[in-house]
Nanobody, 114 residues
Framework: QLQASGGGLVQPGGSLRLSCAAS????????MGWYRQAPGNQRELVAV???????NYADSVKGRFTISRDRARKTVYLQVNVLKSEDTAVYYC??????????WGKGTLVTVSS
């Protein structure tokens, strides 16, 4: 089970920190990451971090968002800075296990508005 938190209403230029914790046992995590889906749009990759702590970002968020993970706590974080109105979306975390299974969280809403 994945539990995401940290979303909310923020003004343009503001920051938030999203977090997502995986609960349960008996699995090894290969990748953790975040997708987002804005109204009327398809879900898109935001950022991903692998088990060897390499990261990948969507071009639209490079330099503004930072993904990190705490392996002991099975938690992934997304620090989002310099938020823009186009960042408004539901942000979903996901986990990809070493066994090739994907798990998705329910999502947390980020609204950027003045």
């Amino acid at each position: 089970q994945l539990q995401a938190s940290g979303g909310g209403l923020v003004q343009p230029g503001g920051s938030l920190r999203l977090s997502c914790a995986a609960s349960g046992s008996g699995f090894s995590i290969s990748r953790m990451g975040w997708y987002r889906q804005a109204p009327g749009n398809q879900r898109e990759l935001v950022a991903v971090v692998t088990s060897v702590v390499s990261t990948n970002y969507a071009d639209s968020v490079k330099g503004r968002f930072t993904i990190s993970r705490d392996r002991a706590r099975k938690t992934v974080y997304l620090q989002v800075n310099v938020l823009k109105s186009e960042d408004t979306a539901v942000y979903y975390c996901y986990v990809y296990t070493s066994a090739g299974v994907e798990y998705w969280g329910k999502g947390t809403l980020v609204t950027v508005s003045s």
